[in-house]
């Protein structure tokens, strides 16, 4: 509902009362709106019922039962039923938990009623609702600045535009914006899905898919697979009419391997893959506020870290404050009290110093509240008890290295002495009286005063995280290259990075150095330095830039609304559930228990996944590209179809469904520097070549001596069971370090590839196994003859992948491949689905 303009204000002071606000609720000009965060369930059964590959599954199932083969037909129908129970039972899954994340990230609203602030919950908020958002707070509905109050506002997300916006009384604020300075007071002008933010989420229908680059990957797989196999028809179509007698009914089974081999699950797979990662990662305690966070974080290389809040905790202590000649220590702590308890833009430093010297406050004439880009704030005093030293004065608070430009006299030893409380590790801060009728804005603009008259030098104490030194060796023994990025100063930043072991004795700079460089030198920078101190928000962004256009991929955590920018710009945004929630809101992933500890583990998890799904690509194409070489081989050949629909399972299952299933636990996880496509057709085309290569051959020689053709595909399905299951050698496993039995990785890949081995055997040695899977019996003999061909094969195999040979000629067909333009949406959308 918007306000129509025909109520009287609001009084900014007192705000409404309660029985105003519940009379207004009652008539429907509450925020009673919950924006779609996920889709609806009738949406996730229609989004995993209608699959492209569906249609043409179950149409072949349909004429299998024609010809009487039920079972045919149900080894073909029955897993599009499987995948789309899986589906919807993971859909439903994920959705369920992203209401639930969406529920308990809201932020409470402050509202002033009957003259108090109090918070509520955002559904509580009434049109005419007097809402105080202070710094780091997101302005969750839209309305008009009241009363004095002024604000800096990030209205990056709504514009695109990255600097701050100046809010004065009377100018208009929109939701999705977030403090970055100041208060900002404001009367609802708009509540529930009439406000800006919410028209915006209706519009994109509360649901996204942003496709990540092993979605990409994979719909370009499924859509190249796809015009493979419809060639692949072309040929079988043309030469099966000459071969066989019941063409109709050869022609029914050819279709049902062929529409098999289309990777109808890749999409599925890799669904339930995220759907698993967010739950074991929410379980470590983070949150993946969007899909690919879970891709991303597995190729991280380079770590920044704010220190404040990150690094420390959000607990800040007063240490010390050191008058600096003959002032007063009585009149310092006298100026602290006042400051603290007046200050219309409170935060963390402020709490400290009021801790260490509570006081009254003062009524103030003009006021510059803290900002990151500034690094000090001002208050100017009205003039009050003349006894008291805030009436009618002005005083500044900020970092030593920024005031002491404006200091006349002594800068040089302020600076000396500053610099040694900061390498004992404290935040160091000064205290500075400026003339009272200083100006302190210019055009709109803060403007430090020009004379300064330095009071004392104050010192804070950070605790740091009992975590911090854990989590960051852990990152580094993974090959992450840590570094600090904060907005303090470089001594102190230096002296905290020295307790966690990062940084040399000089490898330290200072934003303040940094600013006017171009982007190649302040790469040059980022690259080879590890601290960093005096960053303001828009050079945190530009060192996170410059450090990705390097080649690096950058994951940033911060807390505060001065890491909104380089938050957003990294590749992996982190964010502490304990900051500010316009960091949240634009972070990737939401550390709910502050505990960036399980990064390491959460990145060692996200390359597992990534790994899982390389291997499981690897072993699906492979198997895929050999099955259609022998097939158009043999049609190319006019042989028999060299594969029936049951033959084509047990294939299936013994190289392709047990192993993703067992290489799921076992990949070994490291980082991906490239594309999961580019890395698996290294691997599979070589594989299928040579599989092809030996297959077939055993097919037509088979033929050619007479053997039935029963026999002949019974013998190409074996040989293509080993060679398929020696194919795994290649695959990278991990050895298990963790168990009562410990497996060195070979042992691990030995007792998979056996395993298959006896299992195939085990099939076609049985009665039932052969009759369910039309096997013919072979001799023992011929079984053996089969096995040491393959043994052969697969020693050959590592031998020549140990030489990179094929994979350098691989390497020139990848870059065709990525030369490729993207493919339409329409056509990579159904393979997506």
């Known amino acids: 509902m918007i306000a129509t303009g025909l109520r009287p204000a609001t009084d900014a002071v007192r705000g409404l009362t309660s029985a105003e606000a519940e009379t207004r609720h009652l008539a429907g000009e509450g925020n009673d709106y919950r924006s779609p965060t996920s889709r609806t369930y009738l949406e996730i059964v229609k989004h995993n019922s209608y699959p492209f590959i569906n249609g043409p599954l179950l149409l072949v199932s349909a004429a299998l039962i024609s010809f009487g083969a039920f079972t045919e037909a149900l080894m073909t129908g029955v897993p599009v039923f499987g995948n789309i129970a899986i589906g919807v039972i993971q859909g439903s899954r994920a959705k369920r938990q992203l209401d639930r994340v969406a529920l308990l990230s809201q932020a409470p609203a402050t509202v002033v009623r009957d003259g108090l602030e109090r918070q509520v919950a955002p559904a509580s908020v009434v049109l005419g609702d007097i809402v105080v958002a202070n710094r780091g707070d997101e302005i969750q509905l839209d309305g008009r600045i009241v009363g004095q109050a002024t604000a800096s506002l990030d209205e990056s997300a709504l514009t695109g535009e990255s600097h701050a916006i100046d809010k004065a009384t009377g100018d208009t604020v929109q939701s999705g914006s977030a403090v970055l300075s100041g208060v900002a007071r404001y009367e609802v002008e708009a509540v529930g899905a009439d406000t800006f933010a919410n028209q915006i989420l209706s519009q994109a229908k509360g649901h996204r898919d942003v496709r990540t680059p092993l979605q990409s990957d994979i719909a370009r797989a499924f859509v190249a697979v796809a015009i493979l196999i419809l060639l692949s028809a072309a040929v079988v179509v043309v030469t099966l009419p000459a071969l066989a007698a019941d063409a109709t009914h050869e022609t029914v089974f050819a279709a049902a391997v062929l529409v098999t081999l289309v990777p109808q699950g890749l999409a599925l797979m890799l669904t339930v893959t995220y759907a698993a990662a967010a739950l074991r990662i929410s379980r470590l305690g983070a949150l993946a506020q969007r899909q690919s966070a879970i891709e991303a974080i597995s190729r991280i290389d380079t770590f920044c870290s704010d220190k404040t809040g990150t690094l420390t905790t959000q607990r800040i202590s007063f240490g010390t404050a050191e008058p600096i000649g003959s002032v007063d220590p009585v009149e310092v702590g006298a100026i602290l009290a006042a400051v603290a308890a007046s200050t219309t833009a409170p935060n963390h430093t402020t709490h400290a110093i009021g801790a260490a010297y509570p006081g009254a406050a003062h009524p103030i004439a003009d006021e510059v509240p803290f900002d990151s880009s500034l690094r000090w704030s001002a208050i100017r005093f009205a003039a009050g008890d003349v006894d008291h030293p805030a009436a009618s004065a002005t005083y500044v608070l900020g970092a030593p290295a920024v ?411 990848i870059d065709g491949w990525r030369s490729i333009r993207p493919l339409p949406e329409a056509a990579t959308g159904l393979a997506n689905r």
């Open 403 to 813: 005031l002491a430009s404006s200091v006349s006299d002594g800068a040089d030893d302020l600076r000396a002495r500053a610099v040694a409380f900061a390498a004992t590790g404290q935040r160091v801060l000064l205290l500075a009286r400026a003339e009272p009728d200083a100006t302190l804005s210019a055009d709109g603009a803060a403007t430090l005063p020009d004379r300064l008259d330095p009071l004392a030098l104050l010192t804070f104490d950070e605790e740091l995280r009992p975590e911090a030194q854990a989590t960051i060796d852990g990152l580094r023994e993974r090959g992450i290259d840590v570094k600090i990025v904060s907005g303090d100063d470089p001594v102190t930043v230096q002296a905290i990075g020295r307790r966690l072991g990062l940084g040399l004795e000089n490898d330290a700079v200072s934003g303040l150095e940094l600013a006017d460089l171009d982007d190649e030198a302040l790469a040059d920078v980022a690259v080879r330095t590890t601290i960093f101190g005096r960053v303001d928000p828009h050079l945190k962004a530009r060192l996170v830039t410059v450090l990705k256009k390097r080649g690096r991929s950058v994951a940033m955590t911060g807390d505060g609304v001065n890491d909104i920018l380089p938050v957003r710009t990294a590749d992996v945004g982190v964010a502490m559930q304990s900051g500010s929630p316009a960091t949240r809101g634009v972070a990737d992933l939401v550390l709910v228990r502050d505990d960036f500890s399980i990064l390491p583990e959460a990145i060692r998890d996200g390359q597992r996944i990534v790994a899982a799904m390389a291997a499981t690509l690897t072993v699906l194409l492979a198997r895929t590209f050999y099955v259609l070489l022998i097939i158009v081989g043999a049609s190319m050949l006019q042989l028999p179809f060299p594969f029936t629909p049951r033959q084509n399972s047990i294939l299936a299952f013994v190289t392709v469904g047990v192993p993703i299933l067992v290489l799921a636990l076992w990949v070994r996880p490291g980082p991906s520097r490239s594309g999961i496509l580019a890395q698996t057709l290294r691997i599979s085309i070589p594989l299928s070549i040579g599989v092809a290569a030996v297959g077939l051959p055993v097919y037509v020689t088979a033929l050619l001596n007479g053997a039935s053709v029963e026999m002949a595909r019974t013998m190409l399905t074996s040989i293509a069971c080993f060679l398929g299951i020696g194919a795994l050698v290649l695959v990278p496993i991990a050895a298990d370090e963790r168990g009562r039995i410990r497996m060195p990785a070979w042992l691990r890949t030995t007792v998979l590839v056996a395993a298959l081995v006896i299992a195939y055997l085990v099939v076609l040695s049985t009665g039932p196994g052969r009759s369910f899977f039309q096997l013919a019996p072979l001799p023992w003999e011929i079984v053996a003859s089969l096995i040491a061909i393959a043994a052969a094969w697969t020693g050959a195999v590592i031998g020549i992948h140990r030489t990179r040979i094929v994979q350098r000629g691989i390497d020139v067909l």
